[in-house]
């Protein structure tokens, strides 16, 4: 049992450790048509809640964040149904989305 254990935290140690030092640049699309996300289009999700969240869709990518107003509380401004998606957020790319 302790053999196992040993192997079981040897295995853990150089998995973790393979994270260190890995810093990337969250702020560039790494996909197949590479930028940076500024460039990308935004629209806007509103959630069965009817909270706004920022969405892009980059053809096999697609990036979500919830919608914070300066104070960091959600925005619920009800700028679509519950469930939809407005605005150009397939217009960033010229990948087509497979699904």
Same mark, same amino acid.
Request: glycine letters at 16%; one cysteine or more; proline letters at 5%.
């Given at each position: 049992?302790?053999? @196992?254990?040993?192997?079981?935290?040897?295995? @853990?140690?150089?998995? =973790?450790?393979?994270? @260190?030092?890995?810093?990337?640049?969250?702020? @560039? /699309?790494?996909?197949?048509?590479?930028?940076? =996300?500024?460039? =990308?289009?935004?629209?806007? !999700?509103?959630?069965?809640?009817?909270?706004?969240? !920022?969405?892009? /869709? /980059?053809?096999?990518?697609?990036?979500?964040?919830?919608? =914070?107003?300066?104070?960091?509380?959600?925005?619920?401004?009800?700028?679509?149904?519950?469930?939809?998606?407005?605005?150009?957020?397939?217009?960033?790319?010229?990948?087509?989305?497979?699904?």
């Amino acid at each position: 049992m302790t053999i @196992v254990k040993g192997l079981l935290l040897a295995t @853990v140690t150089l998995s =973790l450790s393979a994270c @260190v030092g890995s810093k990337q640049n969250k702020t @560039v /699309d790494r996909g197949l048509d590479a930028k940076p =996300l500024t460039e =990308l289009k935004a629209g806007i !999700w509103t959630d069965p809640n009817g909270c706004d969240h !920022w969405i892009i /869709d /980059d053809g096999i990518e697609g990036y979500l964040s919830q919608r =914070l107003d300066r104070y960091g509380k959600p925005v619920c401004s009800g700028a679509g149904e519950p469930g939809t998606a407005v605005g150009g957020f397939k217009s960033g790319s010229g990948i087509g989305d497979p699904v």
